[in-house]
Every structure is written in C-alpha cells, then in structure tokens.
C-alpha cells in the first residue's frame, strides 16, 4: 500500500473525488504542513496556522500507479493560483503534494512538467516532504457523503474510470 497527501482547495471536494478512485483505499481529510500542533478548523480558517486543508490517501498501487492518481489530482486543481482555488481563499487553500516514500518524488516531478505545458503561467503546488498531517474535526471526514448537497468546487464525475 501507498500513502501520499494532497491538498487542492476545499478538501471536503478533494476527499469525495480521490474516493471514489479505483484502487483508492482509505481517504481522510485534516491539516498537512503547518506550524501549529494538532490546529483546529477554526484557527487553519484564519490563514494563521500554515497549514493546508489536505486529504491523506491510501492506495493500492497494484491497482492505481502513483502517476495514475497525480493526473487525476491536476484535473481537479488550477495549479496556477497560489492560496486559492475556485471561490475558496487563503493559504488554507493551496495545492501541495506531500509525500511520505522519497522515490515518489521523481514521479511527482514528472506529472508536474507534463502539466507545466498546459498552463502560461507557473505552477505553484507545493511538492514537499509530509511534515505533519492532523485529522480534521469528525464532522469534516466524508462531508459530502453526509451532506450530499453540500457546497463542492470539483466535479466529482472524472473519478471514475
């Protein structure tokens, strides 16, 4: 089993996407890469914290490759903007990809110039080493699931092969 981080935007949308991905085992949403322990929801909302609201994945890599899942993630993203994505603003919001197994690194790099061609602007997603993930509140986990008209920036049809 693998496990990465990603962080694009809202990661109530995020979570229900990367979820619904074959080979997709385990999804948790909380705080990736800030500078306060164990932050709440309502301090990482006030920009102050460092932390990006993220969504932890577990994946069976006989099933899904790494490149497989990372082109998935840059279609839900605008990898342009910094501390935004679709109406949702703060540096809560960047994307990151936060790794946890070195070697994934070199994969990473290789999506991100493959979308580097898409865009005139500079990609600005973080690719960092997982510094610290904090589950975010119960009432966050599975959002839309248990809100199924809940507020979502993604469209959640490109999962599904």
Not at 115 to 143: D, G, M, R, S, W
Request: glycine share 8%; with cysteine; proline share 4%.
């Amino acid at each position: 089993m693998k496990e990465i981080v990603l962080a694009g935007g809202c990661f109530w949308g995020v979570e229900a996407y990367i979820s619904k991905i074959n080979g997709v085992l385990e999804t948790t949403v909380g705080y990736a890469n800030g500078i306060v322990d164990h932050p709440t929801y309502e301090q990482v909302k006030t920009s102050t914290t460092g932390h990006a609201e993220a969504c932890y994945v577990k994946f069976d890599e006989k099933t899904l490759d790494l490149e497989k899942l990372l082109n998935k993630f840059w279609g839900i993203i605008d990898p342009t903007l910094s501390n935004q994505q679709g109406p949702d603003i703060g540096s809560q919001y960047r994307t990151g990809i936060y790794y946890m197994d070195e070697s994934d690194l070199e994969i990473i790099v290789k999506t991100k110039r493959e979308q580097e061609v898409k865009y005139n602007k500079p990609i600005v997603t973080e690719i960092e080493p997982l510094e610290c993930f904090y589950y975010a509140e119960e009432y966050h986990q599975k959002y839309l699931e248990k809100n199924p008209n809940g507020y979502c920036h993604i469209d959640l049809s490109g999962a599904i092969d």
